[in-house]
């Protein structure tokens, strides 16, 4: 009865698909009884409206003649703010009762879940035959669903709805992530959410204190690197009196979302877990290059000497982030957002404590160079093929970047139980990262509070920073990952304009060969790695286990992957 | 017999036997107190992982701001709900579909017949889809019923319980049919309290089985204020599933970080099952049919 994830989801995956293949009659009849009266009842007044509508543009916003009502299901995050009133339910939400005002558009969901749960709910609901209207999926759903021909064509409801800043959204990176979303006949099934890719570039953190503690400076190359940790570990850098701290913070899964090893790797030009341009133009595993041994041989040296924990491969993200917190370990690789977790825990534990951002450092006189993914890909709206009005979704995605002008700020608040966790489809801003920090920069430089920014998100970054220009500790986190010139994304967009950056060059959906033995050839090499690190295992062992991956199904993938990127080259 | 009069081997045993399951109390009883502590620590204290079995910075802010969530209070009242109404739902049942089956054949012909098609279920279950298509298609979706009507009948208690009905001597029902007792009358006055500790066994299965069930919750409800305590506790525990972290992650990583109020609420969601326990406890050790018949 009781499934644990992993493989039981991937077998309710299979069933789901037959199922779905043997329900696509019933659908057919079911949906319009599904989307209600109201739908039905609309169809032909949208008919007899649409010469008027052609005569005038299309209103991204456009309020229909009835009220359309459009099916969902919602997987809802926690709110993050607190003042959100008490025993407020998702179907509660005043976006949705705005959006029903602006453009009558009534959104009903079928059910709501927490957003840890919504993937094995929606699966079963799918496999049980109750589709929904619009949908916010992920990759891989998209491709499952774009398989078994459920997905409606959004050619024209985007063309002829998507609102100006939807468009410009969608033209960020020349329209690459949009045209993934294109059937092989050239037709749109889904608007795709993506964030700028170089928001996973690889920078150091470092304590700065316990660096002039050390007396040691800001490391330059990787040398400087390894003096550095080695004097975290041995030098007592919290300088008090015992030998309780380690070099490198470095959590049990080398490729991760922070605290893992991807920045060593990419410092000392190797790039694992990805397929990167070789010297001949095609793809190759970066799992199999003389680098990422190189790179292994160095984690083992580190791991000998007491650098790394003796324990990281048993600790999780939380486990590291205890560690840092109680002010164990004072190094790590990883991304631009640490002030705003972990970090900012750091310095509420101890408020000596002062975090440095920098860049990889070089090796071997080549400075080092980050890995930045092709794409950077969220969820996608999709609708329903059987669904009525397709730019129903479309007018949706509208109504969010809307609603974050200023016009609204005093309306759209948590108080007034406006929850932005809970609308879908809100598909993101690529640009709002680095517009954010250009704009609150100036507005700083020039002391401008009657400053146009262009996201909301912008003005309140620009209030978090003022507040901690005058002392308000509590805005570090948010100040410095976002708006510092020398924090998390000033150091991010410094190196992205440097240069110094790899771009990996596949960002299709998993291959077939990945599907069937990706994951075996994941354990594989996460094993062997751990083993190298740990020194339970020589540094030779490596030209082995790159025999047995390409052996046990890493050339066909190598293969498949190639034949994606030959139709998908990059620019 | 006093402890020094006995053979030494037995003293021995005694003290060993003593040593072991004090070590195996201690063992069990080591993580909720350390989960107490940490509830009643302060948050940055039990973050940077300084609470071990002594709350560090001592605070009750956890615990009052549990009081003012709602989802915690309405997942509780749904959870008392589910254990009251499906204990009795279940062991009403059990008793029911056991006690004619422990009948021999001779008296109940299709008996083997109905055994059978209990038993079935036990080996081969609908699926996890067909399930969730049967809950979905007799409308009890979302409801308590969802969780509480397919597992109604527990085919392994109702075993347990025909097999121990099947130990009872049969000379006691043939005293009682020659007393002129119908047959539900010598359930309820003979069967049912002789069978008190299997009665007990299977209460407390069923009643801590509904209390820790969470996987249903979450499948057959369609709104989390709907959920019974463990559903809502297990969203708590799960690790948010990141690949790129967003921005909306990172409030998520904050939220995480709120290691005190999380282990406040897991604590109060054992505290009710542990406290049932001492209660049921008597019954497991008195075998009560000894002595009842003279062969």
Known sequence: ?571 | MPFRRMAFSRQLFIVINSIVLASLFVLGLLPFIHLLSVSLSSNIAALSNQVKLWPVGFTFEAYRFLGQKPEFLDSLVVSLQRVVLGTAINMALVVMAAYPLSKEVERFRLRTLYVWFFAVTMFLGGGLIPTYIVVKETGIMDSIWALILPGALSVWHMVMLLNFFRSVPKDLEEAAIVDGAGQLKILARIYLPISLPAIATILLFTLVGHWNSWFDGILYMNSPSHYPLQSYLYTLVTKINIEAISTEDLGALNRLSEKTLRSAQIFLGALPIMVVYPFLQRYFIKGITVGSVKE
């Not at chain 1, 083992?300 to 048993?314: I, N, P, Q, T, V």
């Open chain 1, 1 to 571: 009865m009781k499934i644990k994830s992993g493989s039981g989801l991937f077998s309710v995956l299979m069933v789901a698909a037959l199922m779905l293949a043997a329900c696509s009659n019933s659908n057919g009849s079911s949906s319009p009884s599904a989307s209600g009266p109201a739908t039905s009842a609309s169809a032909p007044a949208s008919e007899s409206a649409s010469p008027s509508a052609e005569e005038q543009p299309k209103d991204p916003l456009g309020k229909y003649p009835e009220p359309v009502t459009v099916s969902m299901v919602l997987g809802a995050r926690t709110p993050e703010s607190k003042d959100v009133p008490s025993g407020l339910t998702p179907d509660q939400n005043g976006y949705l009762k705005k959006l029903k005002e602006m453009t009558n558009i009534e959104v009903k969901y079928a059910w709501t879940v927490p957003y840890e749960q919504f993937n094995q709910k929606f699966k079963l609901s799918i496999a049980s035959g109750d589709l929904p209207d619009v949908m916010w999926v992920d990759q891989v759903t998209f491709e499952q669903f774009k398989e078994q021909g459920i997905l409606g064509d959004l050619t024209e409801a985007y063309r002829d709805y998507a609102s100006p800043t939807i468009k410009k959204w969608m033209e960020f990176d020349g329209g690459a992530t949009l045209n993934m979303m294109k059937s092989e006949d050239g037709k749109l099934l889904g608007l795709p959410s993506y964030s700028d890719a170089n928001q996973s570039l690889q920078t150091v953190w470092i304590r700065a204190d316990w660096l002039k503690n050390v007396g040691l400076e800001v490391p330059q190359t990787f040398e400087d690197l390894e003096r550095v940790a080695d004097a975290f570990a041995h030098n007592d850098p919290d300088q008090d009196g015992q030998q309780d701290t380690y070099g490198l913070a470095l959590m049990k899964s080398l490729n991760f979302w922070g605290f893992d090893a991807r920045g060593f790797f990419n410092t000392l030009g190797a790039y694992p877990y990805n397929f990167i341009p070789g010297a001949d133009g095609k793809l190759v595993a970066g799992e199999t290059l003389p680098e990422t041994k190189d790179a292994l041989s160095k984690l083992a040296d580190w791991y000998k000497r007491g650098l790394l924990d003796k324990e990281w491969a048993f600790k999780d993200e939380n486990k590291v982030v205890e560690d840092m917190i109680a002010g164990k370990v004072g190094m790590s690789f990883g991304e631009w957002w640490y002030p705003n977790w972990p970090l900012n825990l750091v310095k509420d534990n101890d408020p000596k404590a002062e975090w440095i951002n920098v860049p990889l450092p070089s090796y071997n006189g080549n400075p080092g160079k980050s890995l930045v993914p092709r794409a950077r890909l969220g969820k996608i709206v999709v609708v329903n093929k059987n669904f009525a009005h397709p730019e129903a979704a479309i007018k949706m995605a509208n109504f969010y970047p809307e609603m974050t002008k200023k016009e609204y700020n005093d309306v759209a608040t948590p108080a007034n139980g406006y929850v932005y966790e809970w609308y879908e489809p809100r598909v993101s801003n690529p640009t709002e990262m680095e517009t954010n920090y250009i704009q609150v920069n100036e507005a700083l430089k020039t002391n401008n509070d009657g400053y146009e920014f262009e996201n909301g998100s912008g003005a309140l970054l620009y209030e978090t920073a003022k507040k901690y220009a005058n002392g308000d500790q509590a805005s570090w986190g948010l100040t410095f990952s976002r708006a510092s010139e020398d924090g998390g994304w000033g150091i991010t967009r410094q190196v992205r304009d440097s240069g110094q950056i790899v771009r990996s060059g596949f960002a299709g959906p998993p291959t077939p060969t990945q599907v069937e033995k990706g994951a075996s050839l994941l354990k594989l090499t996460d094993e062997t790695f751990t083993k190298i690190i740990m020194g339970s295992a020589s540094v030779d062992e490596f030209d082995k286990y790159v025999e047995d991956w390409k052996k046990l199904g890493g050339n066909d993938i190598t293969a498949e992957v190639n034949d994606w990127y030959a139709k998908n080259p990059m620019n």
